[in-house]
């Protein structure tokens, strides 16, 4: 039986990592959602959003291209 709020913690946890979905016990029913994803961060020098350019394309954007 779960007798303190750490081992609640970590029976949810267990379950969690091992794909369970829902719980039923003692009257109790638990649903679990999705996992949070975490936001991944921009390193150093990347653009913050994907409609940014780097400064490489920005040389090359007002570049006129030449067919001769």
Do not use: H, W
């Not at 969690?16 to 003692?26: A, D, Y």
């Not at 991944?40 to 990347?46: H, P, T």
């Amino acid at each position: 039986m779960i007798n303190s709020l750490n081992e609640l913690q970590a029976f949810l946890k267990i379950c969690r990592k091992q794909g369970v979905t829902n719980i039923q016990f003692s009257g109790i029913s638990v649903n679990f959602g999705d996992v949070p994803k975490k936001e991944q961060k921009a390193e150093d020098g990347e653009p913050d959003t994907p409609d940014e350019l780097t400064p490489e394309q920005l040389m090359f954007y007002s570049a006129v291209a030449s067919d001769q």
